[in-house]
């Protein structure tokens, strides 16, 4: 079993950042990569962003290039989401999830965080 937990998640202007962290914990050696997705109001759960535990590979959707950076704190076993340049559409519900292996289709993730809003104001 792997334990997620979201924070950071909350109200700022088109602009500005935000810093989400994903603790995990428990068997966190059995999924190597965790990915961040985003679910805003009447839309599909979509990819954000993923890294590897055991390597430098990182993956963002074409919609975040640029604006956010994902990053990892292996001792602490916690992955983060810098978010830069927000805009009103990533209004949304973040989830950090993992997996056995790198993919952007939400259904290859097995363990889910319960989720941090995000709200992103005009």
């Known amino acids: 079993q792997v334990q997620l937990v979201e924070s950071g998640g909350g109200l700022v202007q088109a602009g500005g950042s935000l810093r989400l962290s994903c603790a995990a914990s428990?068997?966190?050696?059995?999924?190597?990569?965790m990915g961040w997705f985003r679910q805003a109001p009447g839309k599909e759960r979509e990819f954000v962003a993923a890294?590897?535990?055991?390597?430098?590979?990182?993956y963002y959707a074409d919609s975040v290039k640029g604006r956010f950076t994902i990053s990892r704190d292996n001792a602490k076993s916690t992955v983060y989401l810098q978010m830069n340049s927000l805009k009103p559409e990533d209004t949304a519900v973040y989830y950090c999830?993992?997996?056995?292996?790198?993919?952007?289709?939400?259904?290859?993730?097995?363990?889910w965080g319960q989720g941090t809003q995000v709200t992103v104001s005009s």
């Open positions: 999830a993992a997996s056995g292996a790198y993919d952007i289709h939400y259904a290859a993730y097995d363990y």
């Open positions: 428990g068997r966190t050696f059995s999924r190597d990569v």
């Open positions: 890294i590897s535990w055991s390597n430098d590979n990182t």
